[in-house]
């Protein structure tokens, strides 16, 4: 009578392993892209380098929800994930902007590469020890810009040079270092900024999202670089209403539990 529990044990185990590896499968995919796009930017062929990093930008952001999806998160998962945003959106777009770019700036170029790395390093190493229970309203926002984000823009002036954009003029040894520095210190920062994690989609709504989903990604398709410029400087656009926003949570938060203080105070 032992003997069938025991082999019913180690089918699920076998069962639950299984689980695990297809959202790790899917991140290692993403690393093996992230380093591919440095390959692309040492052949010079930067519009693939940078469609490389955008791919695995969406890779990342699906291994996780899926991983969630299916019951399949790990503790090797969440580290795999992490070393995988390090590659792709910190050492690869270091690179591939120092070799559109940097390169020609010397010994500076090479130290904003090391900078946006390090800032890369610091603001995952604090994602991942900030493990604590926030409140609910706090779960919609970041501590910082995180690293797919910032790995997107500080390609924004390399992305803005392979748009049909070329009748505005840019100075690219002044905006170049700009979107470095400001990046990293974005990284770093505690500046809230938009999770997208609990977005709530109503059922009437649902058609308009479709719609739009395809919009997007026929654009995509059509005029890739414009779309992503214009998302970065949509995304950039956002940071002062998403600061804002937290700031009103913030303070409704506060007074709250400042009203709920009193209410017990009065009981007592």
Request: contains cysteine; hydrophobic residues 50%; positive net charge.
């Amino acid at each position: 009578m032992e003997q069938p529990k025991n082999n019913l044990k180690i089918v699920t185990e076998k069962k639950n392993n299984a689980r695990v590896i297809l959202p790790n499968m899917l991140t290692l995919i993403g690393v093996c892209i992230g380093l591919t796009s440095i390959r692309f930017a040492l052949d010079g062929r930067f519009e693939f380098a940078i469609l490389a990093i955008i791919i695995a930008a969406l890779i990342d952001g699906l291994d996780g929800r899926i991983a969630r999806l299916i019951k399949a998160t790990s503790k090797v998962g969440k580290e795999l994930d992490s070393l995988t945003d390090m590659i792709s959106f910190g050492v690869a777009p270091a690179f591939i902007m120092y070799f559109w770019k940097l390169n020609t700036f010397g010994r500076f170029g090479w130290l904003l590469c090391l900078i946006y790395v390090i800032c890369v390093a610091l603001r995952l190493a604090r994602f991942n020890i900030n493990s604590a229970q926030v409140p609910s309203w706090k779960e919609n926002f970041f501590e910082g810009v995180p690293s797919p984000a910032g790995g997107i823009l500080v390609l924004t002036p390399l992305i803005f040079s392979l748009t049909n954009f070329s009748f505005i003029k840019i100075n690219y040894d002044v905006v170049v270092p700009i979107f470095f520095i400001a990046t990293s210190l974005l990284l770093i920062s505690k500046f809230p900024t938009y999770s997208f994690k609990k977005i709530v989609i109503q059922r009437k709504t649902t058609i308009f999202l479709l719609f739009g989903i395809i919009l997007f990604f026929g654009l995509l398709l059509i005029y890739p670089f414009n779309l992503i410029f214009i998302s970065s400087i949509i995304y950039l656009g956002m940071l002062p209403i998403s600061f804002i926003h937290y700031q009103k949570l913030k303070k409704q938060n506060e007074d709250q539990n400042f009203k709920d203080d009193d209410d017990l105070e009065d009981i007592l």
